[in-house]
Antibody
């Protein structure tokens, strides 16, 4: 059974840092691109970042570029999101999500994200 | 404000057909990037409902269907059921934004 379990969320002051983790099980992490998506309280989904299978390619939303870093350790079956210089507007539930299609190295082969974690809440106090 | 525009809400009675539009432009849907749809029930993580414009993953009921034409896409729910009350999001890619897998703002479906 595919499972994604996020951790690392919590309350942090504005300007602070947090590192989120997403533990993957039930599938071979290394053959799937992965992404982070967030949802502010009462708001819609916002794509944050995604990373290629090997970790060599990373992409970020403009709202987090230069502050957040996505990475992965396929040997540990874990995806990470390091968040620096946090702002109040970063307050959200952060989900990790698995690409539906294996060995997908371009957006043209992306077929959506078929498994999502339960989310971890990040609250940034100002 | 998302580059993919969805109506904030739609509603229908049980058994009715409702549709949700997702309107983009020549940098996203119109550039022939795939559209995917997600259902988010209250208090839960999103669920992939439609991938690659028209395809249902295993286990998704056939009453959910989708289409894409030009710079727009739409999701249809035929034979609306109470359990379909949820938020629905379209997703695509926008080439004018570096590396952006963009979401629509979401549509709340209410079963009257």
């Amino acid at each position: 059974e595919v499972q994604l379990l996020e951790s690392g969320g919590g309350l942090v002051q504005s300007g602070g840092s947090l590192r989120l983790s997403c533990a993957a099980s039930g599938f071979t992490l290394g053959i799937y691109a992965m992404s982070w998506v967030r949802q502010a309280p009462g708001k819609g989904l916002e794509w944050v970042s995604d990373i290629s299978t090997s970790g060599s390619s990373t992409y970020y939303a403009d709202s987090v570029k230069g502050r957040f870093t996505i990475s992965r350790d396929n040997s540990k079956n874990t995806l990470y999101l390091l968040m620096n210089s946090l702002r109040a507007e970063d307050t959200a539930v952060y989900y990790c999500a698995k690409d539906a299609r294996a060995y997908c190295s371009s957006i043209r082969c992306y077929k959506g994200s078929d498994y999502w974690g339960q989310g971890t809440l990040v609250t940034v106090s100002s | 404000q998302s580059v993919l525009t969805q109506p904030p809400s739609v509603s229908g009675t049980p058994g009715q057909r409702v549709t949700i539009s997702c309107t983009g432009n020549s940098s996203n849907i119109g550039a022939d990037y795939d559209v995917h749809w997600y259902q988010q029930l209250p208090g839960t993580a999103p669920k992939l409902l439609i991938f690659g414009n028209t395809n249902r993953p295993p286990g998704v009921p056939a009453r959910f269907s989708a289409s894409k034409s030009g710079t727009s896409a739409s999701l249809a729910i035929t034979g609306l059921q109470a359990e379909d009350e949820a938020d629905y999001y379209c997703q695509s890619y926008d080439s004018s934004l570096s590396g952006s897998r963009v979401f629509g703002a979401g549509t709340k479906v209410t079963v009257l």
